[in-house]
């Protein structure tokens, strides 16, 4: 039997007029339905959560609570990782190698550093005595208000939970719209929050098209913050639509990360981790390294290391505990990817490996892209500047360090970088680099307690990390006058309190 999902609005599972048919990007099989939301189920959820916040249900709640709460929503998700990892690559054809490290245990690990933080967070803090007035000084982080969530396919349940954990640490209400694609574990994160016990109306969960839905969410006017992973056109609308009424923003956007190795590296080492750079969650992750920067002096060798390992990497089933590289989402998306494919030929780099979609009985349904890596490439091209979002490498060459550090800029992204060679170099490189993660002989190392996010058109703000809840407070600063008579006050700031009293 098939899995139906509801939307999840004031506490209740509702169902619309119209159903998502979820397919596996692999077979086409069915993998669930999922209720179709529209604008007034956006109405409706936006009235719940406003409702919530006004009424001071979970805001008031001790921070101590709300953290034992997102606890046990952990608990809870890590209970059925294998699972959620298992569905997730169904949904979405991520490997099983990663949805449950990366998907699931990474989102649970989210959960229980907030839980950890939340407690210790500064919501209210005693400032030094105000001279001269005098006055004391407080200053309280309070919660925003309503906050709408917005996370793409690719990694949904994480891009969630950095949303909604810091959103509801600080006493938030959220009304979250997954992808249309991909809905069904942000709608299992909702289950695990009303199994814990969050009372109704804080977590709302509406399913729809990014048009009229999305849109319509993210521009509601009692929408007080919105928190949007995904392209990085749709980041610039969200912020356009902001600028009326000042509404908060944050945005993790897309990004062309430059891996760059230096001529002192393990060579061997770098090649793979160039591949599981670019190739991990099969090309389709933001902070994916698909620029490789390589000495020109050892080009030769490196791409020859690098096709060969690369043409080992085994495409097919998600759930195979052995495949390296999935499907692709959708055939829109491969057919984008296989666009991308005629453009980097006709503007002159040249394909060393793949290139095309694999045949084969098994490749027959759904929707395929062979790992494919470009050479010949320089940065002005296309398929250099452009966010591909598959497991398409492109290689560029550089012949000093400061001309891979000029490549690596020069790009409107800022998202990712990395750097292979030693230590004390890459180092130095990577305080160079303008990205919001600079990964040193490694990629994709995303830890709850470091911030994630981008430069330039990378992004707006930081999710995750020892900061993440400020994203969600306002600041309000509230001085205790302690002058005395009138006589003291408000001149007393401005004149020489001395002479006010003669
Ligand atoms: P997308 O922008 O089309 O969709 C993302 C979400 O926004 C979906 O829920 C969609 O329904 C919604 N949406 C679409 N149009 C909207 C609109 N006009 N107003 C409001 N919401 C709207 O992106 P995508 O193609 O689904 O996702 C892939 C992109 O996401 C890539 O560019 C990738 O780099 C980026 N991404 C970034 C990060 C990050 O943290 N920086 C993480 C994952 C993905």
């Given at each position: 039997m098939t899995n139906h999902y509801s939307m999840y609005i004031d506490g209740k599972w509702v169902d619309g007029d119209e159903v998502y048919e979820i397919r596996s990007p692999?077979?086409?099989?069915?993998?669930a339905t999922v209720a179709k939301g529209t604008t007034e189920h956006v109405d409706a959820a936006v009235a719940a959560a406003k409702g919530t916040f006004e009424q001071g249900i979970w805001r008031r709640t001790p921070p101590k609570e709300r953290a034992a709460l997102i606890n046990t929503v952990a608990e809870r998700l890590a209970a059925r990782t294998d699972e959620l990892a298992a569905l997730q690559s169904r949904e979405n054809g991520a490997t099983i190698r990663i949805t449950g490290a990366l998907h699931v245990g990474l989102s649970v690990g989210q959960l229980q550093y907030l839980a950890a933080i939340v407690d210790q967070y500064e919501w209210e803090t005693t400032g030094p005595a105000i001279e001269p007035v005098p006055a004391a000084g407080i200053v309280v982080r309070e919660p925003i208000g309503v906050v709408a969530a917005i996370v793409p396919w690719n990694i949904p349940l994480l891009t969630a939970v950095w949303k909604v954990g810091p959103a509801l640490a600080a006493g938030n209400s959220v009304v979250l719209k997954p992808d249309e694609h991909a809905p069904v574990l942000p709608l299992e994160l909702a289950r695990e929050f009303e199994a814990a016990g969050l009372p109704p109306g804080v977590l709302n969960v509406v399913t729809g098209d990014g048009e009229p839905v999305g849109a319509y969410l993210s521009g509601h006017?009692?929408?007080?913050k919105v928190a949007f992973t995904g392209s990085t056109a749709v980041g610039k609308s969200i912020l356009r639509q902001s600028a009326d009424s000042i509404r908060r923003v944050t945005l993790e956007l897309g990004g062309k990360g430059a891996n760059v190795i230096l001529d002192d590296a393990d060579i061997d080492m770098a090649v793979d981790g160039a591949l599981f750079a670019c190739m991990a969650n099969n090309g389709e992750a933001c902070e994916a390294g698909t620029r490789l920067l390589i000495p020109a002096s050892r080009r030769d060798e490196i791409v020859g290391k690098l096709v060969e390992r690369a043409a080992t990497l085994r495409l097919g089933d998600p759930l195979a505990a052995t495949t390296h590289v999935g499907p692709i989402i959708s055939a829109t998306q491969r057919d984008r990817i296989l666009d991308y494919f005629r453009i980097g030929l006709e503007e002159g780099a040249t394909i060393a490996l793949g290139g095309r979609a694999p045949s084969g009985p098994e490749f027959n349904k759904g929707y395929w892209i062979e790992p494919t890596i470009f050479v010949d490439v320089t940065n002005d091209m296309r398929i250099a500047r452009d966010?591909?979002?598959?497991?398409v490498l492109v290689v560029l060459t550089y012949d000093s360090v400061d001309e891979a550090v000029k490549i690596a800029n020069d790009t409107n992204y800022g998202l990712s970088a990395g750097i292979w060679g030693s230590e004390e170099r890459a180092l130095e490189v990577a305080r160079r680099l303008d990205a919001g993660m600079v990964w040193v002989n490694n990629w994709h190392v995303i830890h709850p307690a470091y911030p994630f996010g981008g430069f330039k058109e990378s992004g707006l703000g930081r999710e995750?990390?020892?900061?993440?809840?400020d994203e969600y407070v306002e600041e309000k600063f509230i001085s205790l006058d302690r002058s005395g008579g009138i006589e003291n006050k408000a001149f007393a700031i401005v004149i020489d309190p001395a002479q006010t009293r003669n």
């Open positions: 692999a077979t086409e099989e069915l993998v006017p009692d929408v007080r966010e591909v979002f598959g497991p995750g990390g020892p900061h993440s809840i």
